[in-house]
């Protein structure tokens, strides 16, 4: 492991040492230094965020000095951000805080070559910059997308622009040229809503429209951190992360809801939520008996949070309703119930990390949903004995 750690590091190192020889792609107001000291953030704050970032990545702590100086190399990468059927909420959670953090600075100081939210350009000088970027840093962008994307005969559903070209045909020619390639959100990732049963606009994540590789960010949002970590992965390694089944980054998504939730020890005494605003809700239980997906879901919301990393649905009193699964809109409702009174749902497939091959019989589905199910009866009896 120690050879390897090594390799990494050295393979890391001399990746950025060819990034300092590129250019800066846009010209920004002074160095991300002086960017950050404007915000009233000192270096070592920046330091402490590359140490929680290097943590974040599961990198080893050596590695927080190249972490920094991979987010002070980010301007030398461009980068276009595609907008397809989605409500900008990815965009959203990245650039809305209460004061800058400095996830949502070193967004602001990469190369974004084009990104309708921020962008002052519209119309046909927005397209314009859109296909001058294509075709400047062809093969040397890195493309992020949001949203779902209309597919098929039902393409015209998401017209764009005053050429009137359809999501599809942008997201296919935008693949094509790009370095690397990032669905961002779940829409984009999975489909999301768009894509919810009977998807009158045959919605498709990403993937099914490009053959290129894709890292797929879920998330409804997705945090802030696993956004801006991909970014930092790729300028660090030039290379595709560790990825499970679903083509999401295991750092991020490697070990289910449950596994972090800061609830658990409720779940594990028998000690649940039985309809909200009860006593139990008010004491922090376990939220599963009013239908908390965190068993069947894979992220790290709990480690992370949101709104400045204040807090999260279940912090927030609410259970998890499974956003970073595929199709979540139809396979976790209804979300104030317990998966497992349905456990044998033919739509259900999500089980992240744990699969292993294209195919899983729904018996093995079964048995994790009657195994969680069963200790929360179990442990419920012996609660109330006591």
Not at 2 to 27: F, M
Not at 90 to 99: A, F, G, I, V
Request: charge should be negative; hydrophobic fraction near 40%; aromatic fraction near 8%.
């Amino acid at each position: 492991m120690l050879n390897q750690d090594n390799q990494a590091y050295s393979d890391a190192l001399k990746r950025l040492d060819e990034l300092e020889q590129l250019p800066t792609r846009i010209d920004k107001e002074g160095s991300i230094k002086e960017i950050l000291a404007n915000n009233g953030i000192s270096r070592r704050d920046f330091m402490k965020w590359a140490a929680a970032m290097t943590a974040t990545l599961a990198l080893p702590s050596s590695f927080v000095p190249l972490t920094a100086r991979a987010a002070e190399l980010a301007s030398k990468i461009p980068v276009v951000w595609l907008h397809m059927a989605e409500c900008t909420g990815c965009s959203e959670s990245l650039l809305r805080s209460s004061s800058p953090t400095i996830d949502s600075i070193i967004f602001d100081y990469i190369s974004l070559e084009y990104h309708e939210t921020v962008m002052a350009a519209s119309g046909w000088q927005a397209e314009e910059n859109l296909h001058s970027a294509l075709k400047e840093h062809k093969g040397k962008y890195i493309l992020m997308v949001e949203g779902g994307i209309p597919s098929g005969e039902s393409e015209f559903y998401l017209t764009i622009g005053a050429h009137g070209v359809t999501g599809a045909q942008i997201a296919r020619e935008a693949a094509e040229g790009a370095m690397a390639i990032f669905a961002i959100g779940t829409c984009s990732s999975f489909g999301g809503v768009q894509a919810a049963d009977p998807n009158p606009t045959n919605a498709m994540p990403l993937s099914k429209i490009t053959n290129k590789p894709v890292i797929n960010v879920p998330g409804c949002p997705p945090s802030e951190k696993n956004i801006v970590g991909s970014l930092l992965h790729f300028i660090l390694f030039k290379t595709l992360p560790a990825l499970d089944a679903y083509n999401r980054p295991t750092w991020a998504y490697g070990l289910r809801i449950h596994d972090l939730c800061e609830r658990r020890g409720h779940f594990d005494a028998g000690e649940f939520v039985q309809h909200f605003g009860d006593e139990g809700a008010q004491n922090g239980y376990c939220l599963y008996k009013v239908g908390c997906k965190g068993p069947y879901t894979f992220n790290n919301c709990s480690r992370l949070g949101f709104n400045d990393h204040t807090s999260w649905p279940v912090k927030a009193g609410h259970g998890c309703i499974g956003c970073s699964e595929p199709k979540f809109w139809d396979t976790m409702r209804p979300f104030e119930e317990p998966l497992a009174n349905r456990l044998y749902s033919t739509k259900f497939d999500g089980l992240g990390a744990d699969k292993t091959a294209d195919t899983v019989g729904i018996v093995l589905l079964s048995a994790t949903a009657i195994g969680i199910a069963a200790h929360a009866a179990i442990s419920s009896m012996v609660k109330n004995k006591e």
